[in-house]
Structure formats: structure tokens, C-alpha cells
């Protein structure tokens, strides 16, 4: 049975006359990272803002950790990491200086804590540059830090690699997927880029106004998306069932105005024609498809796409 750490049932934001999360379902399942991939706008930073408890809900449901958030603060928070939008760091001082306080006031860290968070994002350990002379990948990397201070078990990043150049996004990539990978912990990342979250995460959720108009694995996503023959047909259902029973063929999906799509590049097209005609279904055409992620995420989002 798969654990949901995340859970959100039917949860809506309404903004004036907006709803700018719109009865959304999130399932974000324990020891894996979700990419909730939307554009500018989309709603991501309001659903993570309304599940750590910084901003309201209109309606709907959030449990975490199998917990419902209302009323049990004090349980759930101390077990989240997170950064959304930039971190409070003082300026004038140094990184260590910035994450030791940090782990004061929270009061749970170890004795190594900042060293050991600063190793894991890279960032040199009682170094003397001063927040404010940080390079904009650095102060990424140091509100990563502060996040995983406290070794929490779920970690919430929006948007942690924006602004960051190739070189940047690769390295924060790297270091994420380890956490997940070597930690265990579960990974919540937004982007509004589709390369990005594609590289990085095991589930994807993808927003767009408001709505998750898809949530599925990155392996069943780039399945679906793969070479498929797409076959138009008389009667789909009756094809359907011809091509499981007569051929064996059980990876397709039938689509709207007599179009099938099986998922499979290499059949044999012949014989498929054959058995179906003698079945009396007309074939009346059969090509070779391949869609990539972009092309799905273009159609899903109504054709305006995602980065
Ligand atoms: N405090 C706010 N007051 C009014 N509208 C807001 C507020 N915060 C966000 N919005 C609106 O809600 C929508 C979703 O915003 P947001 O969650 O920040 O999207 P994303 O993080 O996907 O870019 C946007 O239309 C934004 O303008
Ligand atoms: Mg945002």
C-alpha cells in the first residue's frame, strides 16, 4: 500500500472573485519526490502556503502525515522543511552565522547541524562571506540549509531552483534527489519548468488555473507519451476487444472519434488489418505516432504549454 504523506481533498483558494485553487486532489506518497509543474500563476506557491498553514483555505481537506493540519500544528510543522519565496537571512552576516541562529530558535537541531546541512548543499562551513555577498545560487543553497536543519521528513521547496543557471539547477537537482535518495525524505518541488521537474521528480502533478488537470508518475507519463500506433476505426469498442482477445494486445486506450492508440511501436500492422476486417471494422487509417511530455502537457493545458 502506497503511504500518502500529502493528501488534499477537494481544497480551494478564492481570491476576490478568483478561485485560484480549485478543488484540488494532491497525493504526494512517502520516500518520493512530486513536481507540481504549473505556469506563473497556475496556483503552486497558494496550495503550499495553505498546507503549511501560512495562508487560509476557502474549503477542502489537508492531512499530513495522516493528520488533518487543523488542530494539529504543533505535531505536523516541527516535521516539515520548507522554503517558499525567499528566506529572512541578516544580511550582514555569514552564512554559518545566518543558519546557527536559525537553529536556536527552532531549539532541536544537533550540535552539527548547520555544519552538516551546509555540506549537503555545498556551501563552505565557517566561511567568511556575508549573506548580502552571496551569488543568487548560493542564497538558493543556504535556504535549502536552513531548511533540512532540523532533519524534517517532508520538504516543501517552491521554485528552489529559479534564477539559477544550468550549472546551478543541475547541482540543486543533485542534491534533492539525494535527500530523497539517501534520506528518505519526501520531496513537495514546484516549477514551471517542464524539463526541470521531468529530470527530478518520480510523480508529477501538473496545475493550470487552479485546477490539477493531471497527477501521475513520470514513468507512466513518458509511457504514455511514447511511440504509439494510432488507428482509426468503425467501432472502437469492438476493436478493443478484438485486439485483447484475437492478438493479445492489451496496451491501448481508446480515444474520442474512433481513434485507438496502442502503445506499442512494433506490431504487426498487417496482421492487425486483417483481424479486425475480418471482424467487419473498417480501418480507415493507421500511422505511427510519437508525442513527447511537451506536446501532452500543450494539450492537456488547452495548447498555451508550459514553459
Ligand atoms: N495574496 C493574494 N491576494 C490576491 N491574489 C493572490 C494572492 N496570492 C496569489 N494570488 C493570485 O493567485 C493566483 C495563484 O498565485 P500563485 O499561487 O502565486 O501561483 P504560482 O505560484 O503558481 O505562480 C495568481 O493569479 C495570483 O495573482
Ligand atoms: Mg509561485
Redesign the pocket.
Same mark, same amino acid.
Given at each position: 500500500m502506497t503511504k500518502n504523506i500529502i493528501e488534499t481533498k477537494n481544497l480551494t483558494?478564492i481570491?476576490?472573485e478568483?478561485k485560484?485553487?480549485d478543488n484540488v486532489n494532491l497525493h504526494v506518497q512517502k520516500g518520493r519526490i512530486y513536481g507540481l509543474l504549473?505556469?506563473?500563476?497556475?496556483?503552486?506557491?497558494? $496550495?503550499?502556503?495553505m498546507i503549511l498553514g501560512l495562508?487560509t483555505t476557502n474549503s477542502g481537506e489537508i492531512t499530513v502525515f495522516g493528520n488533518s493540519i487543523t488542530g494539529n500544528e504543533k505535531l505536523i510543522y516541527p516535521r516539515i522543511g520548507a522554503i517558499i519565496e525567499t528566506p529572512g537571512f541578516y544580511p550582514n552576516l555569514t552564512g554559518t552565522e545566518n543558519l546557527e541562529i536559525f537553529a536556536k530558535l527552532r531549539g532541536t537541531a544537533k550540535p552539527d547541524a548547520v555544519k552538516h546541512a551546509l555540506e549537503i548543499v555545498g556551501l563552505p562551513y565557517k566561511d567568511k562571506k556575508v549573506f548580502s555577498k552571496y551569488s543568487l545560487g548560493m542564497k538558493q543553497r543556504l535556504g535549502i540549509a536552513n531548511a533540512i536543519l532540523h532533519e524534517p521528513e517532508l520538504l516543501i521547496l517552491?521554485?528552489p531552483t529559479n534564477g539559477l543557471d544550468p550549472i546551478g539547477i543541475a547541482e540543486v537537482r543533485k542534491f534533492i534527489r539525494n535527500l530523497c535518495n539517501e534520506r528518505g525524505i519526501t520531496i513537495l518541488i514546484?516549477s514551471?519548468i517542464l524539463s526541470e521537474i521531468a529530470l527530478l521528480a518520480d510523480d508529477i502533478g501538473i $496545475?493550470h488555473n487552479?485546477v490539477l488537470l493531471e497527477e501521475n508518475s513520470l514513468a507512466h507519463l513518458q509511457k504514455m507519451n511514447d511511440k504509439y500506433v494510432q488507428l482509426e476505426v468503425s467501432d472502437t469498442a469492438r476493436a478493443a476487444v478484438i485486439l485483447e482477445q484475437k492478438l493479445g494486445i492489451s496496451e491501448y486506450s481508446v480515444q474520442a472519434d474512433n481513434i485507438l492508440r496502442i502503445y506499442k511501436a512494433h506490431i504487426d500492422m498487417a496482421l492487425v488489418n486483417k483481424t479486425l476486417m475480418l471482424e467487419n471494422i473498417s480501418v480507415i487509417s493507421s500511422q505511427l505516432c510519437n508525442d513527447t511530455l511537451e506536446d501532452y502537457f500543450k494539450k492537456i493545458t488547452g495548447g498555451e504549454g508550459i514553459a
Amino acid at each position: 500500500m502506497t503511504k500518502n504523506i500529502i493528501e488534499t481533498k477537494n481544497l480551494t483558494k478564492i481570491y476576490g472573485e478568483q478561485k485560484v485553487v480549485d478543488n484540488v486532489n494532491l497525493h504526494v506518497q512517502k520516500g518520493r519526490i512530486y513536481g507540481l509543474l504549473g505556469r506563473n500563476g497556475a496556483g503552486k506557491t497558494t $496550495i503550499m502556503k495553505m498546507i503549511l498553514g501560512l495562508t487560509t483555505t476557502n474549503s477542502g481537506e489537508i492531512t499530513v502525515f495522516g493528520n488533518s493540519i487543523t488542530g494539529n500544528e504543533k505535531l505536523i510543522y516541527p516535521r516539515i522543511g520548507a522554503i517558499i519565496e525567499t528566506p529572512g537571512f541578516y544580511p550582514n552576516l555569514t552564512g554559518t552565522e545566518n543558519l546557527e541562529i536559525f537553529a536556536k530558535l527552532r531549539g532541536t537541531a544537533k550540535p552539527d547541524a548547520v555544519k552538516h546541512a551546509l555540506e549537503i548543499v555545498g556551501l563552505p562551513y565557517k566561511d567568511k562571506k556575508v549573506f548580502s555577498k552571496y551569488s543568487l545560487g548560493m542564497k538558493q543553497r543556504l535556504g535549502i540549509a536552513n531548511a533540512i536543519l532540523h532533519e524534517p521528513e517532508l520538504l516543501i521547496l517552491d521554485e528552489p531552483t529559479n534564477g539559477l543557471d544550468p550549472i546551478g539547477i543541475a547541482e540543486v537537482r543533485k542534491f534533492i534527489r539525494n535527500l530523497c535518495n539517501e534520506r528518505g525524505i519526501t520531496i513537495l518541488i514546484s516549477s514551471h519548468i517542464l524539463s526541470e521537474i521531468a529530470l527530478l521528480a518520480d510523480d508529477i502533478g501538473i $496545475i493550470h488555473n487552479g485546477v490539477l488537470l493531471e497527477e501521475n508518475s513520470l514513468a507512466h507519463l513518458q509511457k504514455m507519451n511514447d511511440k504509439y500506433v494510432q488507428l482509426e476505426v468503425s467501432d472502437t469498442a469492438r476493436a478493443a476487444v478484438i485486439l485483447e482477445q484475437k492478438l493479445g494486445i492489451s496496451e491501448y486506450s481508446v480515444q474520442a472519434d474512433n481513434i485507438l492508440r496502442i502503445y506499442k511501436a512494433h506490431i504487426d500492422m498487417a496482421l492487425v488489418n486483417k483481424t479486425l476486417m475480418l471482424e467487419n471494422i473498417s480501418v480507415i487509417s493507421s500511422q505511427l505516432c510519437n508525442d513527447t511530455l511537451e506536446d501532452y502537457f500543450k494539450k492537456i493545458t488547452g495548447g498555451e504549454g508550459i514553459a
